[in-house]
């Protein structure tokens, strides 16, 4: 067995995580589960009343729970807690911005420490405070709503041990509602609503693609979803259209694609030809795509070069015999086409946002696994790859490994470090902004 099966292994036996998480929310499930065992805290009666109880109708002005720790410190290593440090950030659009960040009354008692939801309508120059007391992960999947996913134990010895409750917000995380899901389906997408998974039943369960109103705090299964095994949702802007990843059905378990431009009522899937992505027993193929304007993609596949074991591209011990596939579709979607010949792109185990698509369609993918990071573009539709400096974009943001950039839309691109937020208008070129608030 190689080393690739070995971490496909272990991320199978470990927690499934929600869909539409950054690396923030895997920390927070380990960190909460440990603050619960050491220090008994209960969440406030608000939030217990509506996670426990399961009232889905009710809003929520300020969910409480043991607070979300921050990504990784300088050095790689272990968090460190400390008043104003930025855990997460999320964009609606290139004005609209939200950061979630610690704040600690006390520096000498981190268990007093809560994470708190901030918010910016010009850009990031200045920021108010949103909601005091944020318990889960923060995205802003549609223009108008925020999508808040907290974490619930599972009463069912059966299940997974965490439930993920969804609440959204329409007032830019001001208060918060509990989404109901129903069981009725529907046969696209509501204007201004998106596509999610369901949480799983089990740990092996595939994903199950619904969609969630915001209007209304509702979710219902989609009534036509793609013939393959669905993995995920693509994090897409929702003017690019609904994006999915999964795995064929004809025993091959070959990745594929599907994307929908009327919000789900149709579907265009590619499934990716096996003499070009061969699959054995002992290899575990992810595929990683990325769009901003739903028409413009790449899929990085990683998949096994017996024949070579050094090959031109960086390698280490690690991704010895393997080779990173690259695709491009210019019609969103509907076809692809094998690009990256040079094979020029470092080969490792690429996963869900480590690659975006900046202004003009170049393509700028976070080439390593471990620091120090860097980032590669290829400006020639994939043909090649190369190392970029990122103008005005912190160290610390390749330093902590937080190099995610999301992407609300052309021209709104936004990632973080510890100490502050950057955006930029083009995914090259950045602006720093710092999150202060009145204490």
């Given at each position: 067995m190689n080393q690739m099966r070995a971490r496909f292994d272990e991320?199978?036996?470990?927690?499934a995580p929600p869909s539409r998480l950054t690396a923030d929310a895997v920390y927070a499930a380990a960190f909460q589960r440990r603050r619960r065992r050491v220090t008994g805290l209960a969440v406030s009666a608000v939030a217990l009343a509506a996670l426990v109880a399961g009232v889905g109708t009710g809003v929520l002005g300020a969910p409480s729970d043991p607070p979300a720790p921050p990504a990784q410190s300088a050095d790689g290593g272990p968090p460190g807690i400390r008043d104003g440090a930025v855990l997460s950030v999320a964009a609606a659009d290139a004005e609209h911005l939200y950061a979630k960040v610690w704040a600690c009354p006390d520096p000498g008692d981190p268990q007093r420490c809560t994470a708190q939801l901030t918010g910016s309508d010009d850009g990031g120059r200045n920021w108010t405070l949103r909601s005091p007391d944020v318990a889960g992960d923060v995205s802003a999947p549609a223009p108008g709503s925020l999508l808040m996913t907290v974490?619930?134990?599972?009463?069912?010895?059966?299940?997974?041990?965490?439930?993920?409750?969804?609440?959204?917000s329409r007032d830019g995380g001001r208060s918060w509602t509990q989404v109901v899901a129903g069981t009725a389906p529907v046969a696209q997408v509501p204007a201004g609503g998106w596509l999610q998974c369901a949480d799983p039943q089990r740990l092996d369960d595939a994903c199950r693609p619904v969609a969630v109103d915001p209007a209304t705090a509702r979710s219902a299964p989609l009534a036509t979803v793609?013939?393959?095994?669905?993995?995920?949702v693509v994090d897409v802007p929702a003017a690019g259209g609904l994006w999915l990843t999964g795995r064929s059905l004809d025993g091959a378990h070959r990745p594929a694609v599907a994307v929908s431009h009327d919000r789900g009522l149709t579907w265009s899937v590619h499934v990716f030809a096996r003499t070009e992505t061969e699959v054995d027993d002992g290899f575990f193929v992810y595929g990683v795509p990325a769009s901003t304007d739903g028409v413009t993609g790449y899929m990085i596949i990683t998949a096994p070069d017996p024949a070579d074991t050094t090959g031109v591209g960086p390698t280490t011990l690690a991704t010895a015999g393997i080779k990173t596939v690259v695709y491009r579709t210019g019609d969103g979607g509907q076809t692809w086409e094998r690009v990256h010949r040079t094979q020029t792109l470092p080969r490792r185990n690429y996963q869900p946002g480590d690659a975006y698509v900046a202004a003009g369609g170049s393509h700028v993918v976070r080439g390593s696994d471990n620091p120090p990071y860097r980032w590669y573009a290829s400006g020639d539709g994939g043909q090649s790859y190369h190392p970029v400096d990122q103008a005005g974009l912190g160290d610390g943001v390749l330093r902590t490994g937080n190099s995610r950039v999301l992407v609300a839309g052309p021209g709104a691109y936004l990632t973080f470090d510890e100490d502050a937020v950057y955006r930029s208008t083009d995914g090259l070129h950045w602006t720093r902004a710092v999150v202060r608030l009145p204490r």
């Open positions: 991320a199978a036996a470990a927690d974490e619930k134990d599972n009463d069912d010895p059966q299940g997974p041990k965490l439930l993920h409750v969804p609440w959204v793609p013939d393959l095994r669905i993995e995920g």
